[in-house]
């Protein structure tokens, strides 16, 4: 169980590789990857994404913990950045190994789920008209609730 | 003294990220009250605080919680991670 | 919307990289990577996939036809191999890009759902006691339930 | 003449990937029973239609399904893909 918090880019195809890897005992991998839309037709010129350093890390174990604790996982990695992140660019990533493919879905949409409202992150985007906090989904709090 | 720490909007409300704040608040509500009565900033930063999360020494919790021991309140808009 | 049907190998990293790359319209990636597990304590030897070829296509370009009308997809990405395979190869992956992760997920699913039953594939074992063809599951014909 | 293809353990046990066919059954089932009256090894391999699946010209159907104009029809065990 691993996770990452970083200010640098990270390299998708690479971690997946990685985290792949000789993996004998799972059958199943699956990779969620958050990337940085450009909602606004073209306007967004930025997203700035800050987070809570040390609660960042604490929450996110946690919610790892809690999802090996409900689905048979090999492994599980999280890697979210911070900092000034553009259009294109990957924001983060999940990935979870599994004997079986329903286990490593669940774990990593749960896991996604709880990065989503529960991890220490505040994302703000800036266009050329300004600059403005992304405001919490009432859909994502809701998510939740699913497990 | 308890480090308090603002986040996203309410450290720009506020207008700094962490201060050192000497209290003898028995709660996070009790706190929340100490700071609206200091300046208008931190009144505006708290005029809703269902709009707020808590987190106290890292850990999420709520605003009546108890502050006894606690080492670090960190106040911050709902997260949007991911 | 793309199939591909080989008995090459195919490059994780590389192809989860590809699929990833330039999309500003997709918020959200997801991958899944099957891998040929080796289940009986090392004694799987090899695994040896055969498929119906025309059928094949045909079968999963219908349920990608499908997943795209059932879900808001930007990409599907289906690559499944047939031939011989041993223990840690990838069998198969799929990915999807959507606007949001919800829909990349349930996409995913679907799609791995509807492989498993609805793909001309079959499934042969070999160990050095024998060879046998792989059962489909019942909780595999349950789950297209879901849908 | 229709073309019949086997796969997985229906080749093994019929012994042979694919024949030509020439038969004047109307449904998958008719077909069915004029194989089974052929040879033992067709008799075996069909012996329980309920584990086996059928797909008349690449589309998988059931086993009432009428043959009159299909050019080729294919049986095989459930699916194991993925």
Known sequence: MAVRIQEQSFDLGAEIEKFAAGRRDAGAIVSFTGVVRDDADGQLDRME???YPGMTERAIAAIEA?????????????????????????????????????????????????????APFWKKEFTKDGAEWVAAKEEDEAALSRW | MIDV??????????????????????TVVDLV???????ERYAAAFADISALRV???QELTDFSAPLKGAREIAFFPPMTGG
């Open chain 1, 49 to 51: 994404i800050e987070h």
């Open chain 2, 33 to 39: 009250e100490e700071l609206k009565a200091r300046e």
């Open chain 2, 5 to 26: 720490l603002y986040f996203a909007w309410v450290r720009e409300r506020i207008g700094l990220p962490r201060e050192k704040v000497e209290t003898n608040a028995e």
């Open chain 1, 66 to 118: 809690e999802a090996v604790s409900r689905w048979n996982l090999t492994e599980a990695l999280v890697i979210h950045r911070y900092g000034v992140l553009r259009p294109g660019e990957r924001i983060m990533m999940v990935a979870t190994a599994s004997r079986h493919r329903m286990d490593a879905f669940a774990a990593a949409e749960f896991l996604m789920d709880y990065l989503k409202s529960r």
């Open chain 2, 55 to 57: 987190a106290v020494d």
